[in-house]
């Protein structure tokens, strides 16, 4: 079975750094665009940012656009995300998951999600 | 900006039919294929219809996926309600620079 696990939350000040990581054993991770999906509590869905197989294509929500950064070793099967000059509303569980694209159009399975939690 | 607007809850009984809208703010809702994710509480999102009406292998066929280009909506449609339904419902497109748009979530509620 495929799984994704994610690491790397916690809590941090505002302004503060913290690096996610998804790890993406058990499937060809290389031939895979990934994605970063955030969920504050209580609240839906929001993507976060998108990196193709290659890296050669990065997309990010414009609220994170200049404070994360997105990035990938297929050598080690991971997936990371990078959060600089974090704020309050960055608060949320931060899950990663597969794209199936262009083979089917989802995402497909999703990680459990890892907490971050900006606060002073 | 691209936004998808569903409706924040709905209620039905086990055994009915319920139908969950998604509506495109813009443009044609169809242009862009649309999916559907049921998040269970403390769980992480699972796709249950992708490409407007394609179910994933393991999601029963009392999930179905339509597109209505008149109202620029999508709608997802759950027969023969069970209580293991109960779950928050997403729906998820594309806008124009290709960066996904996820709809605000219905909650669906099988007394």
């Known amino acids: 079975e495929v799984q994704l696990v994610e690491s790397g939350g916690g809590l941090v000040q505002p302004g503060g750094s913290l690096r996610l990581s998804c790890a993406a054993p058990?499937?060809?991770?290389?031939?895979?665009?990934m994605i970063w999906v955030r969920q504050a509590p209580g609240r839906g869905l929001e993507w976060v940012s998108y990196?193709?197989?290659?890296?050669?294509?990065?997309y990010y929500e414009d609220s994170v656009k200049g404070r994360f950064t997105i990035s990938r070793d297929n050598a080690k099967n991971s997936l990371y995300l990078q959060m600089n000059s974090l704020r309050a509303e960055d608060t949320a569980v931060y899950f990663c998951?597969?794209?199936?694209?262009?083979?089917?159009?989802?995402?497909?399975?999703w990680g459990q999600g890892t907490l971050v939690t900006v606060s002073s | 900006n691209f936004m998808l607007t569903q409706p924040h809850s709905v209620s039905e009984s086990p055994g009915k039919t319920v139908i969950i809208s998604c509506t495109g703010s813009s443009g044609s809702i169809a242009s862009n294929y649309v999916q559907w994710y049921q998040q269970r509480p403390g769980s992480a999102p699972t796709t249950v219809i992708y490409e407007h009406n394609q179910r994933p292998s393991g999601v029963p066929d009392r999930f179905s996926g339509s597109i209505d280009s008149s109202s620029n909506s999508a709608s997802l449609t759950i027969s023969g309600l069970k209580t293991e339904d109960e779950a928050d419902y997403y729906c998820q497109s594309y806008d124009s620079r290709q960066h996904l748009v996820f709809g605000g979530g219905t909650k669906l509620t099988v007394l």
């Open positions: 998951a597969r794209d199936l694209r262009p083979y089917k159009n989802y995402f497909d399975p």
């Open positions: 058990g499937f060809s991770f290389s031939t895979h665009g």
């Open positions: 990196i193709s197989s290659t890296s050669n294509t990065i």
